[in-house]
C-alpha cells in the first residue's frame, strides 16, 4: 500500500517535477537557428563563423539528451500548467528554469512579496491539476496516452 502524502509533501514533489521538466526541455536537441528543420538543401552548409570550421568549440560543454524516461516525464507534467493562464503560466515556468525573485519582480512589475503569493497561488493550482492527473487517469497515464503523431497518422 502507498503511503499517503501530506499537501505539502505533494507540493514539494510537483516542484520537482516541474524543475526536472524544465531541465529536460533545456537538454532537448536544437537545431541551430532553434527552428525545427523542414526543408534541407543537398549543399553542405557553409560554416557561420570561424570556429565552425574547426568544430565545436571547448568552451562550450556537451549536454547529453536527456532520456526517454525524462521525456514521457515531461509530456506528463506539461498538461499540469494548462489550467494556468497566461501570466500564471510564465512565472511557473520562470521559477522551475532557476530565475530569481528579484529578476522576476523586475520583469513582471510586482514587488517580490506579491510576486511569490501569486506563485503560491498558482502552484496550488498545479498540484491540484497533478493530483486529478494522478486518481483520475492513474500514476502512469503518459505512457498510456497516444502521442500527437500517433494522432495525425490516425486521422
Known sequence: MAAELTFAEV???VITALERAADTLKRL???RNGM???EHS???MMPGDPGDICG???SHPSRTPPGARA???LDRVLPWLAALDNTDRRLV???AVGLSWSRLAREFGMNVGQLRYRWNGAIDRVVAAAAHDTTVIGPGAALRRRSCQ???IAR
Request: glycine fraction near 4%; proline fraction near 21%.
Open 11 to 13: 507540493r514539494r514533489v
Open 29 to 31: 536537441p536544437m537545431p
Open 36 to 38: 525545427p528543420g523542414r
Open 42 to 44: 543537398s549543399w553542405p
Open 56 to 58: 565545436p568549440a571547448a
Open 71 to 73: 521525456i514521457s516525464e
Open 93 to 95: 515556468w520562470a521559477r
Open 150 to 152: 500517433t494522432d495525425r
